[in-house]
């Protein structure tokens, strides 16, 4: 691995997304859009952390399902739990715009959180060996 300081910067930033997502609405003034914003933004720097890793350059993207096709052209097979991940992509930009995305509810957020916790989980798993906890 070529980049194992930027590989580690994409896990830690992947990282502090998911914990802000898993804090949940900790305030009636936290809206949902943006805990599943943060959810988007774990997967996609998780991905990008475990491309960097095999030394596999990336499009400057926010497309989750792009990340994927990336990670399986090089021989990662994907769990389909992971793939679903890919519907996150629509908080990437939608969330930030008003009138983009409806108003999300409990599920939604919960449902998007599920996701981000088995990407990141499963990013983790396969760079294990070449990035310390």
Known sequence: MKNKKFVLE???RAKSNLERAKAGQVSKDILFEDLCFDCQQSVEKALKA???SQD???PLT???GRLLELVESIGIEIPETVLQAAELTEYA???RYLGEL???RQQE???ALEKAIKTFEWVKKIIKNEVPD
């Open 93 to 95: 930009v939608s969330a």
């Open 109 to 111: 957020y919960e449902e």
């Open 102 to 104: 409806e108003e999300l």
């Open 62 to 64: 926010h497309s989750i």
């Open 50 to 52: 475990l491309l960097m």
């Open 56 to 58: 596999v350059d990336f």
């Open 10 to 12: 994409w896990i830690k």
